[in-house]
């Protein structure tokens, strides 16, 4: 994997561990306890940011993921050079800015959180079927999961015929081609296959379907699915990732052969140049 596509996986990790901390962590404890314990104040926060906000911040991001490979796909190597990890960075930036819209919007119409035992954790009542705040719900739902959805779909379809097509043209194995996306591809089908139940349910509702009550559980809890298997995703199947990660963690900077302020690099680690005198 390049630096850019390095960029995007590191903060699709920074999202799954605000909603690991910020959502799922209330929502254990919720269950071992059988009630909502933390006060109304949390209850409004997780019903309304933590349950919204990340969630449709790594939808976003697994979608431009899965986008900027296509694209990587397409271009020559010339042109890749041309996006670099500040642009991910700038994008990364637009995507938590549009994803705090929903929860405006939904506070703006007077939407509120409330503890709902059903499923044992706060939610907002903009789930609720009212007019006033059930349609942008349906409208954020298909813009932010349902499209996302199926550009992630198609996108890693695309990949997947493009990497088969020109192996079998060059007459080369899929082994070194399906590895270096392997990693990428996961992720995508991880979050596809959670989301499905959203997306059915949206489906359901639109059509005006009953929608039995366990199935309403069911679709809340599917979407930790992607979120338990990311982190063992990124450190199993791609070891330039792990060393990637682990070198953050150190804090280390890669060495480079230079003079720096007119001091060669074997002196600033303390060791002295070895003598060229024969």
């Given at each position: 994997m390049d630096k850019?596509?390095?960029?995007?996986?590191?903060?699709?990790?920074?999202?799954?561990?605000?909603?690991?901390?910020?959502?799922?962590?209330?929502?254990?404890?919720?269950?071992?306890?059988?009630?909502w314990v933390f006060g109304p104040h949390l209850c409004w926060f997780v019903g309304f940011f933590s349950s919204h906000?990340?969630?449709?911040?790594?939808?976003?991001?697994?979608?431009?993921?899965?986008c900027y490979?296509?694209?990587?796909?397409?271009?020559?190597?010339?042109?890749?050079?041309?996006?670099?990890?500040?642009?991910?960075?700038?994008?990364?930036?637009?995507?938590?800015?549009?994803?705090?819209?929903?929860?405006?919007?939904?506070?703006?119409?007077?939407?509120?959180a409330f503890y709902n035992p059903k499923i044992l954790i706060c939610w907002s009542s903009n789930h609720l079927p009212r007019y006033s705040t059930y349609l942008s719900?349906?409208?954020?739902?298909?813009?932010?999961?349902?499209?996302?959805?199926?550009?992630?779909?198609?996108?890693?379809?695309?990949?997947?015929?493009?990497?088969?097509?020109?192996?079998?043209?060059?007459?080369?194995s899929l082994m070194p081609h399906i590895r270096s996306i392997i990693t990428v591809n996961l992720i995508c089908w991880a979050f596809l296959a959670s989301y499905l139940p959203i997306f059915i349910l949206l489906i359901l509702k639109s059509?005006?379907?009953?929608?039995?009550?366990?199935?309403?559980?069911?679709?809340?809890?599917?979407k930790s699915i992607h979120v338990i298997l990311n982190p063992f995703i990124y450190v199993a199947t791609n070891?330039?990732?792990?060393?990637?990660?682990?070198?953050?963690?150190?804090?280390?900077?890669?060495?480079?052969?230079?003079v720096e302020a007119g001091v060669p690099l074997q002196e600033q680690q303390g060791k002295a140049p070895r003598s060229t005198e024969v």
């Open positions: 850019v596509t390095l960029a995007f996986i590191e903060n699709l990790a920074l999202t799954d561990l605000l909603i690991s901390i910020l959502y799922y962590v209330p929502m254990l404890v919720t269950l071992v306890c059988g009630r906000i990340p969630f449709l911040a790594e939808i976003l991001v697994i979608m431009s993921i899965s490979r296509v694209w990587v796909l397409k271009k020559p190597p010339d042109q890749r050079k041309h996006i670099r990890v500040t642009h991910v960075k700038i994008l990364i930036s637009c995507i938590w800015i549009l994803s705090t819209i929903p929860v405006v919007v939904w506070l703006l119409q007077g939407s509120y719900t349906k409208i954020f739902t298909g813009f932010f999961i349902a499209l996302p959805m199926m550009i992630v779909f198609f996108s890693n379809v695309k990949i997947i015929a493009t990497v088969i097509v020109h192996s079998h043209k060059v007459g080369l059509t005006n379907v009953a929608v039995p009550g366990w199935f309403v559980l069911f679709q809340v809890y599917a070891k330039r990732f792990r060393d990637y990660i682990l070198d953050r963690l150190r804090g280390r900077v890669e060495e480079e052969a230079v």
